[in-house]
């Protein structure tokens, strides 16, 4: 196994197996190629860790990229921009436990379903990319991959049946920031494969209920996604 070949297992979404693998390289090789693999492998598993909410692991391996910083390669500024998209997710999750334990009781019901819809997305067979993607004041509940396309979520949560459908939060002024926030990501990425928009709802009536979950793939915005990709229809 060589560098290049985590490089590979990263495009394939093959995470842990490529964090797996180059561990054992970097300790051997602290060249800066290897040290460019070992670092974005981390970036990524520290994303996956804080999507599985291993916060205490997360803020490890956070330790390990500042230590490992001021030695990769930084072409166009991108490392450094990976380490700061790094550092605000490690403190939106720390907020978000925060928020869980002391927030009002609409925050903590948000939060329980985004838990919710990301356990249910794995389960499926989904790989979480990112929760609470932020553009501003905007922002995306989650981002997945399943099957090759990149899916864009926004959860949905009821504690009762006493109020209309979750899915009818999901207004025009809504569509308006979540375009916006999408065709962001898109494009701060440069994504062109295969993308959707799905919009899952959770129903909890009682801390140990099981949820009422729907899942409602390729919901139809009002306006297209970035031309830069493929909608998946």
């Not at 290049?4 to 970097?26: M, S, T």
């Not at 391996?61 to 991108?78: C, S, T």
């Not at 139809?220 to 031309?227: D, E, G, R, T």
Request: glycine share 4%.
């Amino acid at each position: 196994m060589t560098a290049k070949d985590v490089f590979e297992l990263l495009k394939q979404g093959r995470i842990e197996e490529a964090y797996d693998a180059i561990r054992p390289l970097y300790a051997t090789d602290k060249g800066p190629y290897t040290s460019s693999a070992m670092f974005w492998t981390a970036t990524d598993i520290l994303k996956k860790r804080l999507s599985e909410n291993r916060i205490d692991e997360a803020k490890k391996i956070f330790a390990a990229l500042e230590r490992m910083l001021p030695n990769v390669p930084d072409k166009e500024g991108m490392t450094s921009k990976a380490f700061k998209r790094c550092q605000e997710l490690l403190a939106a999750s720390e907020n978000s436990n925060r928020q869980r334990e002391e927030g009002p009781e609409h925050l903590q019901t948000g939060i329980k379903g985004e838990e919710i819809a990301s356990a249910y997305l794995r389960e499926k067979g989904y790989i979480i990319l990112e929760r609470d993607w932020r553009s501003g004041h905007r922002d995306i509940d989650i981002i997945a991959m399943h099957e090759g396309t990149i899916v864009f979520v926004e959860v949905k949560t009821r504690s009762s049946h006493d109020y209309a459908a979750p899915v009818t939060a999901v207004n025009r002024q809504k569509q308006r920031n979540l375009l916006a926030a999408i065709n962001h990501y898109l494009q701060y990425k440069h994504i062109t494969s295969a993308h959707r928009f799905d919009v899952i709802t959770v129903i909890c009536t009682s801390d140990n209920c099981t949820p009422e979950i729907e899942h409602i793939e390729d919901f139809q915005l009002s306006q297209p996604l970035y031309s830069g990709g493929h909608r998946r229809i």
